[in-house]
């Protein structure tokens, strides 16, 4: 005899949150190759610091903005689909505004590694980038779950459910 017992709706709760914590990671990554590799080009080409005073903090910025980008297509269509609000303008504003204070959690990390510590290496510049990407993630994921995409802030637009999910 096999028994089956119904979750309880805290553990469909934690369920869900735990589904959009791997989704935002697996945007995250995506981003994260996109912000890296933008930022590690621009760096080593036409934004050199031997080139460029600021060209470490001008590749980040640029480096961050199109990772935004590619984050806010990400996390609305697929890990916050379900939250979506009608609102599209107000709800990317706030989530770009959220990205954006990210961005000056990772540029504030970047600036301490680089300007006054002296660490002005390609590597420790990557580390530092590194560093802040994850701090400024867990800042953005906090928000975007409970602000940006919070379906108790207005109507919400109704998202198709995917293989294995209900609807």
Do not use: C
């Given at each position: 005899?096999?028994?089956?017992?119904?979750?309880?709706?805290?553990?469909?709760?934690?369920?869900r949150i735990a589904n959009e914590f791997i989704r935002f990671g697996l945007v995250g990554g995506i981003g994260f190759v996109v912000d890296t590799a933008i930022f590690t080009v621009l760096r080593q080409t036409i934004l050199s610091p031997e080139h460029v005073f600021a060209g470490s903090f001008i590749a980040?910025?640029?480096?961050?903005?199109?990772?935004?980008?590619?984050?806010?297509?990400?996390n609305r269509y697929w890990t916050f689909r379900?939250?979506?609000r009608e609102k599209m303008l107000r709800e990317s504003i706030e989530f770009f505004a959220v990205s954006l204070?990210?961005?000056?959690?990772a540029l504030g990390v970047l600036g301490v590694s680089h300007y006054l510590m002296g660490y002005t290496s390609l590597l420790a510049d990557t580390i530092s980038n590194v560093v802040g990407l994850v701090i400024g993630a867990i800042f953005?994921?906090?928000?975007?779950?409970?602000?940006?995409?919070?379906?108790?802030?207005?109507?919400?637009?109704?998202?198709?459910?995917?293989?294995g999910e209900a609807a």
């Open positions: 005899m096999t028994s089956t017992t119904t979750p309880t709706p805290l553990a469909l709760r934690i369920r980040k910025i640029i480096s961050t903005i199109v990772a935004i980008l590619v984050n806010w297509i990400g379900h939250h979506r204070a990210g961005m000056v959690i953005r994921f906090v928000l975007y779950r409970y602000w940006v995409f919070n379906d108790k802030r207005g109507s919400r637009v109704q998202a198709p459910a995917s293989v």
